[in-house]
């Protein structure tokens, strides 16, 4: 097995060569590759999951649903955090190594010609183990955007969008507006369409409503009232009351479970779950990196993969939540293209000393830039790695005080590696309880 991961290493480092640009929009090439793996209409039911922020916790609340109801499962996420095989999941299991060398090695003689990224290659891969597996159901969550993202190179069953904010700009567009075009490109004609946000874009409803998409919209076709610890989903045609509010981050998480029950709602027909499977689901459902918490002697470790300023002020309204009667430090790492000041400005009132260092290799931001952000008469340091960082964290936080550590899914993995709290091969040991404060 350690042979098969280090050949699979082997293959990850050419494919970050193998296509002449990292990030490359399109459907076209991959589109190509699916046809030829006869993969573009999968056998298995297919939704697909775009947004801002909170894409990755509906992917896991959707499988946690699914896995309840006794369905077989495949789950396609990005970033990873520890190690590539958890991008693709079936029945919440990593791929081991050897199958992902298997699945390239096909994916290879496939594509012939056509040049891939890493991600269409990624994307190809997991649709391919789907197939071979024989799930009921694949949850696809977008990469960048939507509409041009690999994920919708398929003919997808249903829809759900998450969040529109500002992020990657870049590719996407500098106002709501333009990412909400680009992220309702993953709506399909006639087919379920839902919006977990109560004030989506116009662009996005102009979208839905010019391909006749079955829109169900947070605050309009379903909803949820949260009261003494339990919340309520309601929609059309149902009332649940009663439900476990998910165990991880505030609020937001609620309504992005709302979110998952109204795609789960609209496949009724093809993939019923009953009741108890919706509670089942939701209470067991454990996405890592979300407002994830530990404790390391007496200090509490809070670790978020937040990277944009929507995300950010969700973590600060948890944090503000759950007060700590000590100092909180905070360490973080940010990629170059990211509002840096956007991010570290909501913690700014909370935070008694930043430690900054660099996380994601050359795309990574120099941690002096950084700490150029910080506020006047806050203490902020600079470290070299993730590893340093932390244990000066350590060092400095005595029992009471908390350390958050945030802004880059490249940084929030080696973090929880140097600080022994996940060991390579044991995704399941790397799980802890996570805190909510709805």
């Known amino acids: 097995m350690e042979a098969k991961s280090a050949e699979l290493e082997a293959w990850l480092d050419r494919l970050e060569t193998l296509h002449p640009k990292k990030i490359d929009l399109g459907l076209a090439r991959i589109g190509r590759v699916l046809d030829r793996l006869s993969l573009r209409m999968p056998p298995y039911r297919s939704i697909v999951i775009g947004g801002t922020n909170g894409k990755g916790s509906c992917v ?225 459902a454990r996405p890592n990196g979300r407002i994830e918490e530990r404790d390391l002697g007496g200090v509490r470790w809070i670790f978020d993969v937040a990277h944009n300023p929507a995300a950010a002020r969700v973590l600060a309204e948890a944090l503000a939540r759950r007060p700590v009667r000590g100092r909180t430090f905070a360490v973080v790492a940010m990629m170059q293209d990211k509002d840096h000041e956007g991010v570290l400005g909501p913690l700014m009132p909370m935070v008694r000393h930043w430690l900054l260092t660099r996380a994601g290799g050359t795309r990574g931001a120099a941690p002096e830039s950084l700490a150029a952000v910080v506020e006047p008469g806050i203490a902020a340091s600079v470290h070299l790695d993730a590893a340093a960082a932390c244990e000066s964290a350590r060092m400095r936080a005595a029992p009471g005080d908390r350390v958050v550590v945030f802004g880059s899914f490249y940084l929030v993995g080696p973090a929880m590696s140097a600080l022994g709290l996940y060991s390579t091969g044991s995704q399941a040991g790397s799980r802890s309880a996570t805190w909510t404060g709805v």
């Open 60 to 284: 896991a609340m959707l499988e946690s649903l699914y896995l309840a109801g006794g369905y077989r499962t495949g789950a396609f996420t990005s970033p990873h955090l520890w190690r590539f095989n958890e991008r693709i999941r079936v029945d919440g299991i990593d791929a081991d190594s050897a199958t992902i060398v298997a699945l390239f090695e096909r994916i290879e003689r496939a594509r012939g010609e056509i040049s891939l990224s890493y991600f269409e290659f990624s994307t190809a891969a997991a649709l391919l183990y789907f197939a071979r597996s024989e799930v009921d159901v694949a949850l696809l969550e977008v990469g960048l955007g939507g509409r041009l993202d690999a994920v919708n190179a398929i003919d997808a069953d249903a829809s759900l969008i998450a969040s529109v904010d500002l992020d990657h700009q870049e590719w996407l567009g500098t106002t709501r507006e333009a990412i909400g075009h680009e992220k309702a490109g993953i709506m399909r004609r006639g087919r379920p369409a839902v919006v977990a946000e109560r004030n989506p874009p116009e662009s996005l409803l102009a979208h839905a409503a010019g391909i006749d998409a079955r829109l169900r919209r947070l605050g309009a076709e379903f909803d949820f009232d949260i009261h003494r610890g339990q919340w309520t989903y309601r929609s059309e045609n149902v009332e649940a009351p009663g439900l476990p509010c998910p165990g991880f981050g505030g609020r937001e998480q609620v309504a992005n479970a709302a979110g998952c029950l109204a795609v789960v709602e609209s496949l009724g027909s093809d993939l019923p779950l009953d009741r108890m499977a919706w509670s089942r689901g939701i209470e067991q």
